[in-house]
């Protein structure tokens, strides 16, 4: 008997329970981090100065770095151990995320959401694999099912709080579209008269009819 068959043949035990829920809890993280910059950005830019350019960077450049992310320490981590890179990397996760409160312009904000990018990335090669490894092999498809699963809940969780830092609702774009114009007033200031009411002619002796005041509407 090997120990591969040992580890697919064993029971679910506590230590797997706790392995997969580490590890889904990691892919928790990631969906939310992919996420609130979303709803977060248009908040950002209300008190800094934010162009267009700068806004599209932002919003790629976690991206850009879960992709290197995960070339880099998918190959780092077979060297150094799933165990050890998945705490470095969730403590990441953690100093990066409150790094950004400290923030006092964009080009902060890329650098951070740049390298927490990398820890996604890294993450995306660290955590499903933690999984697997130890699962037995009866449970191991419903372990690994969690993590997809997880990290929906986290994504839409962004957005629910990105909305609650709004003031508004998701449906209003994260607080950021303008407000719906209202119907404009029948006033004289707002609203140009009929022609009936200028028919009158005051040379002919025919009083003009006064257009109702603001106040009195």
């Known amino acids: 008997m090997t120990a591969s068959s040992i580890l697919d043949d064993a029971t679910l035990s506590r230590f797997h329970v706790k392995t997969a829920a580490f590890g889904t809890a990691g892919q928790f993280c990631d969906g939310y981090i992919l996420g609130i910059i ?32 995960s070339l880099v320490f998918g190959w780092l981590t077979d060297r150094i151990g799933r165990r050890r890179m998945f705490v470095f990397d969730l403590l990441a996760f953690v100093l990066l995320s409150l790094a ?8 902060w904000l890329l650098i951070l959401r740049f390298l927490l990018g990398v820890a996604v990335g890294a993450d995306y090669s660290i955590a499903p694999t933690l999984v697997a490894e130890f699962a037995p092999r009866r449970y191991r498809a419903a372990l690994l099912a969690a993590g997809p699963a997880m990290w929906t809940i986290g994504y839409v969780l962004a957005f629910s709080v990105g909305a609650a830092m709004a003031g508004t609702g998701t ?5 950021c579209s303008p407000p719906a114009p209202s119907r404009r007033p029948r006033c ?9 009411h200028l028919a009158g002619s005051s040379a002919m002796g025919a009083p003009t009819k006064r257009w109702p005041s603001c106040a009195n509407t």
Do not use: K, W, Y
């Open 38 to 69: 979303a709803p977060a950005l248009p908040v950002f830019a209300r008190t800094h100065q934010v162009s267009p350019v700068m806004a599209g960077l932002l919003g790629a450049s976690a991206l850009v770095g879960l992709f290197l992310g």
């Open 100 to 107: 950004q409160l400290a923030v006092t312009d964009a080009l």
């Open 171 to 175: 449906a209003r774009g994260g607080g």
């Open 188 to 196: 004289c200031s707002c609203a140009s008269p009929p022609r009936s």
